[in-house]
């Protein structure tokens, strides 16, 4: 099998899915893993699939060096690897087994995107290095993910046909098609290495948010509303059919009509309410903060997660800690039900519009002039946060690819207009009964402040100049002008900085 169209490096959970996708496309595929069961477990499941007709081949490689001799030349070897200094040791093994420079090497972890700009200079002349962020979990990895590559432009040329093949697939609605059918593919070329690995990073960090703001409904229609698990579930599963249809939707009706196969009671009332996070979420708000681009959302989302870990503390405050809260009374059910309905979907049109910002403005710094109109495209489907409405972002940036901010948008300035009542009632509604939607309302402050033309900031600018001189500019000459009113001295005077 000296042939082979690739290689996959790391065959857990997601590098055995991506194998057994190409093979599935009839792609040979040559495998390693240090570790022997995920080998054995890989070469069990790939060898059986590859029995069908049409199917790829697929070899068990005992080391790089039967990995290398095995792949058709220039070789495709992709990492699915943990992020961080485990990729570095991976291509420095592979270069000292015998890489080429004219070998594409492509890490498909979640790597920090800067690591991989890093890369991308550091091995140039020694191989050409490659990263394709993978999103859809394991089920995406082997049905369907969504691809969003970057690196080198002529190596793209020989992955392409491979990535086109096994990423998910769209008609021409924008709706998510089967495996094998014709459809538009979710996987694009970005731009430079580090690029599709940024848009990954907050491909996640919109996912954070999103489902904080569904974990926000579930919670307000439990506590006030008096709701079962089963009840919200089919709540969310008739969301599921209009505006909020996506994936994270989806599951959420699900697991929330799903039973504990132990206890019998509903399965999330026996899940500990500590959430995890494994990073990408904090970079993307820490990114937004460096680069001066709001995501306050996405911010709280990661600061739910933080004080949800909290959970001895959070215990004691609700045994010492009290408030002035009166149950709302003579609360009609289904329409608190259909505010809260428009609330999450303004939050989550909101929450989107915080991350395209931040994709445009490290865009611009960087000068990937990224494409909005394609990402959102490959988004659509196989992703963690595909839903319905990332058609209508699609035909936004198609309209208007330099769009300052998503909300401009015509369809969705119309729909926030509507359904505002809704979003702000809702909060109004958490603020009294004490269930907070953080989530929720962030981005309702983010919006305001977005339509806001005289902000605060007046004063915030005079009281660092009191204290700190920093200096300010009027509004009646150009803002590049600076001046420091001498506060201190009488009578007071300005001068220009």
Same mark, same amino acid.
């Given at each position: ?35 022997p ?8 499941? =790939? ?23 095995n ?6 070897? =992709?990492?699915?690897?943990p ?45 050409r ?11 995406g ?16 040329l ?17 709706i ?41 409904a579930? !919670? ?57 996070q ?41 045994n010492?800690?009290?408030?002035d809260?009166?149950?709302l ?6 329409q ?6 428009? =609330? ?36 659509r ?10 058609? !209508?972002?699609?035909? =936004? ?62 004063l ?22 600076k ?15």
């Amino acid at each position: 099998m000296s042939n082979a169209n690739i290689a996959m490096i790391g065959l857990g959970v997601m590098g055995k899915s991506l194998a057994l996708n190409l093979i599935d496309h009839g792609f040979s595929v040559v495998g390693f893993d240090i570790d022997p069961t995920n080998r054995a477990r890989a070469k069990s499941e =790939a060898e059986r699939l590859s029995q069908q007709p049409q199917k790829g081949r697929y070899l068990a490689a005992m080391d790089l060096g039967e990995l290398l001799a095995n792949l058709a030349s220039p070789r495709v070897i =992709a990492l699915s690897v943990p992020a961080g200094s485990i990729v570095d040791s991976v291509i420095v093994d592979l270069l000292n087994a015998g890489l080429s420079r004219e070998d594409i090497v492509v890490d498909t972890g979640n790597s920090l995107w800067t690591d991989s700009e890093r890369r991308e200079v550091e091995y140039q002349g020694k191989l050409r290095f490659f990263s394709t962020a993978v999103s859809g979990g394991e089920i995406g990895a082997r049905f369907g993910p969504s691809l969003m590559a970057s690196g080198d432009e002529e190596a793209w040329l020989q992955i392409e046909p491979m990535w086109q093949a096994i990423a998910a697939k769209v008609d021409s609605n924008g709706i998510p098609v089967g495996q094998f059918e014709a459809g538009e593919p979710c996987a694009a070329y970005l731009g430079r290495a580090g690029a599709g690995h940024y848009v990954k990073m907050v491909h996640n960090g919109i996912e954070y948010a999103d489902m904080q703001l569904i974990c926000e409904a579930y !919670h307000f229609m439990s506590s006030v509303l008096s709701m079962s698990a089963q009840q919200i579930g089919q709540v969310f599963a008739q969301w599921n059919q209009g505006v909020l249809n996506s994936y994270l939707m989806e599951i959420s009706a699900d697991i929330l009509q799903t039973l504990d196969p132990v206890t019998g009671k509903p399965f999330v009332e026996i899940v500990l309410d500590k959430a995890g996070q494994k990073g990408t979420g904090l970079w993307t708000a820490v990114n937004s903060l460096q680069h001066g681009a709001p995501a306050p959302t996405i911010a709280q989302a990661v600061f739910a997660r933080a004080q949800s870990s909290q959970k001895s503390m959070r215990t004691k405050a609700a045994n010492c800690l009290s408030s002035d809260i009166e149950p709302l009374v003579g609360l009609e059910q289904q329409q608190t039900i259909s505010e809260l309905h428009d =609330a999450v979907y303004c939050a989550k049109l909101t929450v989107y519009a915080q991350g395209f910002d931040l994709l445009k403005v490290t865009s611009d710094r960087e000068g990937w002039q990224l494409d909005f109109a394609n990402i959102a495209k490959i988004w659509r489907a196989g992703c963690i946060i595909r839903a319905v409405f990332l058609q !209508h972002i699609t035909q =936004a940036y198609r309209a208007t690819p330099d769009l300052d901010n998503l909300l401009f948008a015509e369809h969705f300035a119309t729909e926030l207009k509507s359904r505002s009542y809704g979003w702000r009632s809702s909060i109004a509604k958490s603020a009294m009964t004490g269930v907070p939607m953080a989530g929720i309302s962030s981005a309702l402050s983010y919006f305001d402040a977005l339509r806001c033309d005289v902000l605060p900031a007046n004063l915030l600018q005079a009281q660092r100049d009191y204290f700190g001189a920093h200096s300010y500019s009027r509004i009646d000459e150009d803002e590049a002008a600076k001046y420091h009113l001498n506060w201190h001295l009488e009578p007071r005077n300005q001068v220009r900085v």
